[in-house]
Every structure is written in C-alpha cells, then in structure tokens.
T-cell receptor, first 112, second 117 residues
Framework: SQTIHQWPATLVQPVGSPLSLECTVE??????LYWYRQAAGRGLQLLFY??????ISSEVPQNLSASRPQDRQFILSSKKLLLSDSGFYLC???????????FGQGTRLTVV | AQKVTQAQTEISVVEKEDVTLDCVYE???????LFWYKQPPSGELVFLIR??????QNEISGRYSWNFQKSTSSFNFTITASQVVDSAVYFC??????????????FGEGTQLTVNP
C-alpha cells in the first residue's frame, strides 16, 4: 500500500532562517506531488506541484521554492523565512489524471 | 478559472441531527471530478469521495451521502444522525487538468462542523 511521510510535524523558526521540509511517498511510482499551505483561515493554497523528477511548477510567487531530486521525494525550501510564511504545510500525492490526492500529516510552521 | 464555494463557514448541530454541507463549483471543463475531504483536529486531510461529471447518481456510504446536481453545479454532502466524532472541517474540491500529465485540486474554503453532545 502507498504511504506518505512528511516531517517534521512542528517547527518553530526565527525570521531570516532557512527552511527545509521533506516529503516522501512509498509504494507507488511517478506520482504527482504537491505542496499546499493552509494559513490561519481554512483554505488550502497550492504552492507547487510536480509531475516528474526535476519538474516543478509554482502557483504563487513567494519566498519559497520546491525541488524533486528523486521520483518520490519532494522538498519545500526557503533561504530566509518571513513571518508571513507561518502556516500549516501539507504534502500530497496522486496518480495521474483526476484521481484523488492523499495527504501527509502536515507540518505546522511558526516563524517568530 | 475554476472555483469552489462553500458558503457555510461554520455549522453547529446537536448529536443525532442530520446536517448538509453545501458545495457549489465553477468550471469550463466538460469532464471534471469533484471530491470531499475531512480535516479532523489532527490536521491531516482524509479523502472521503470522488465523483466524475458523467455520474450524477447519488451515493451513500453508511451515514454519509452525496448529492451531485450538474444542473446547479452543486455537490452537497449530508451526514445523517451526526456524531461528535464528525466534528471537523470539511472541504469540497474540484479537479483541474494540467496538460496531459496530471491534475490538481482546487479547494473550497471549508466548512467547520461542530457536533455537540
């Protein structure tokens, strides 16, 4: 069966510090991978998606970047965090073509 | 552009009441998929159902049922005989094609359901 792992679960970082959140998927090949952010409200905002190794599409211009160094690994990064980067970050995967996405447990990031 | 609207920000009911969560969507695609997710306090999004645009048959799964009305662009979710464990934020989502290689989900803002004992 497929599983998705996302870590860390919580993170408190000072403004200006770097960020690296990692997500890995097991039990499937060539998944679509996604990073979403959920701010203080409830809406989920798609930040990045990837349909293959090295292929990253950005949805919203921001202080963050994403990379996919391996087929089932997706990394969210920042060189210098801003206060506005605080939120709940969710990684997800799906097989191609209109299937449901399955989410990791999320990382609650607080920038102080 | 695609859009999903969940007009109910918060709903509060007493246990055993039935409750319906509304979802209205906008899309120019002729083929599309709709989804419902549950987000309990732990934060993880749990997939509940997927429905494609060609299938307007209502679906029932235990206490959950879904009513897809293409004519009104709605995909409503009803919980029968609600329980305290149903308390969560519920999201409706719509798929959007990304070329030929995949799709992504556009989410509504969610409805916070609180079921009181």
């Amino acid at each position: 069966s497929q599983t998705i792992h996302q870590w860390p679960a919580t993170l408190v970082q000072p403004v200006g510090s770097p960020l690296s959140l990692e997500c890995t998927v097991e039990g499937t090949s060539n998944p679509n991978l996604y990073w979403y952010r959920q701010a203080a409200g409830r809406g989920l905002q798609l930040l990045f998606y990837s349909v293959g190794i090295g292929q990253i599409s950005s949805e919203v211009p921001q202080n963050l970047s994403a990379s996919r160094p391996q087929d089932r690994q997706f990394i969210l990064s920042s060189k210098k965090l801003l206060l506005s980067d605080s939120g709940f970050y969710l990684c997800a995967w799906s097989v191609r073509m209109n299937t449901e996405a399955f989410f990791g447990q999320g990382t609650r990031l607080t920038v102080v | 552009a695609q859009k999903v609207t969940q007009a109910q920000t918060e709903i509060s009911v007493v246990e055993k009441e039935d409750v319906t969560l509304d979802c209205v969507y906008e899309t120019r695609d002729t083929t599309y998929y709709l989804f419902w997710y549950k987000q309990p306090p732990s934060g993880e999004l749990v997939f509940l159902i997927r429905r494609n645009s060609f299938d307007e048959q209502n679906e029932i799964s235990g206490r959950y049922s879904w009513n897809f009305q293409k004519s009104t662009s709605s995909f409503n979710f009803t919980i029968t005989a609600s329980q305290v464990v149903d308390s969560a934020v519920y999201f409706c989502a719509l798929s959007e094609m990304m070329g030929t290689s995949g799709s992504r989900l556009t989410f509504g803002e969610g409805t916070q359901l609180t079921v009181n004992p």
